[in-house]
């Protein structure tokens, strides 16, 4: 689907830019694939890098609260993927502003430059935490989500459709507890905030894939929820630090005990699949197509949580899945 198109991946500089787009390159033949970010100096590390040195790549400096900027950047553009956003829980809770500015605003401009430009699919990549928020990162992917699947409808006949994807934590992304704990077992010593917790695993790879095969199969106004593993906190710590001291710390501001991807609240507009769950817009008044995917509908009070219908790891299964992180 992807040779000879055009592809724009707003964050393309990030952990999932950066693995979204070698992974393209190496499967596809795409016209042009275009990296759109802010960082300049990111930018040039990727340029430099043998990885990414293919005639089709191109990079852009932009901002996604710049509609304008996006617009140029979105001339001619078959497919969008959003990664870009502010991340850090604790920095939203000083900045709420900016990350207003980011992930809400943003959204809309994404939303708007697409349609402007005659974007045939959009993907917006969202998180766990937008589920029944707690803090102000996980409001503003609420808020971004909602702006995506309603803007199938302001696309007039579906010339661009959009599509959310929604996913727990990645495996050793920054400021994640498993580079955490690779860190401070080197004192001997690591600090757990509570053992009970359960976290959703799933890798950079599998992330990826996830978001190309929800780009192909999208009709627009789905959000896409993969099944994937969890575990709790104490077993994380039994592989990655197993003989070290461990000091509970309690709960930071902002976090939860267990993680939700489909609150029991969607429950009535879920379709599950082999491998995925897709939750249906609440609203189809553009005239919902998902039915053409199939799927088996939930139950009514269904929930998708890190301790609650999903598989949870063994040790073995969860050593396995962090081998590139095990101690010496």
Same mark, same amino acid.
């Given at each position: ?17 950066? =693995? ?19 960082? =300049? ?38 497919? #969008?993927? !959003? ?13 709420? !502003? ?75 992304? *920054? ?32 992330? #990826? ?12 106004? =789905? ?28 709960? *930071? ?18 379709? =599950?699949?082999?491998? !995925? ?25 269904? !929930? ?8 949870? %790891? ?6 396995? %899945? ?7």
């Amino acid at each position: 689907m992807l040779d000879d198109s055009s592809i724009l991946v707003t964050g393309g500089t990030g952990s999932f830019g950066k =693995e979204f787009i070698r992974k393209v390159l190496q499967s596809s033949r795409p016209r042009r694939i275009i990296i759109y970010s802010r960082d =300049e100096w990111k930018q040039s590390e990727m340029q430099a890098d043998p990885d990414f040195q293919d005639k089709s790549v191109r990079f852009f400096l932009g901002d996604v609260r710049d509609k304008d900027r996006l617009g140029l950047a979105m001339r001619d553009v078959d497919y #969008v993927i !959003h990664a870009a956003a502010l991340k850090q829980v604790p920095a939203a809770e000083y900045n709420p !502003h900016e990350f207003i500015k980011t992930n809400v605003n943003g959204a809309t401009n994404i939303v708007e430059a697409a349609i402007g430009a005659k974007v045939k699919r959009v993907v917006a990549l969202s998180t766990d935490k937008a589920v029944n928020p707690v803090n102000l990162y996980g409001a503003t992917k609420l808020c971004s989500d909602k702006v995506f699947i309603a803007a199938n409808s302001y696309a007039g006949g579906g010339a661009t459709t959009f599509s959310v994807v929604r996913y727990g934590n990645v495996v050793g992304s *920054r400021g994640s507890v498993i580079p955490l704990f690779q860190k401070q077992r080197e004192t001997g010593k690591i600090t757990i905030t509570n053992p009970d917790m359960t976290r959703f695993l799933i890798t950079l790879n599998q992330g #990826v894939d996830f978001v190309l095969q929800s780009l192909k199969n999208m009709v627009g106004g =789905e959000l896409f929820v993969p099944k994937i593993p969890a575990c709790t906190v104490d077993s994380l710590a039994d592989v990655l630090a197993p003989n070290c001291e461990r000091e509970i710390i309690g709960l *930071r501001p902002g976090e939860k005990i267990h993680e939700i991807l489909i609150p029991s609240d969607e429950a009535r507009n879920v379709l =599950e699949f082999e491998n !995925h769950f897709v939750i249906q817009p609440v609203q189809a008044f553009w005239g919902n197509k998902i039915g053409i995917l199939g799927g088996v509908s939930c139950s009514p009070d269904f !929930h998708y949580a890190s301790n609650v219908n999903c598989k949870t %790891l063994s040790l073995d299964e969860l050593s396995d %899945l962090l081998k590139g992180y095990l101690p010496n």
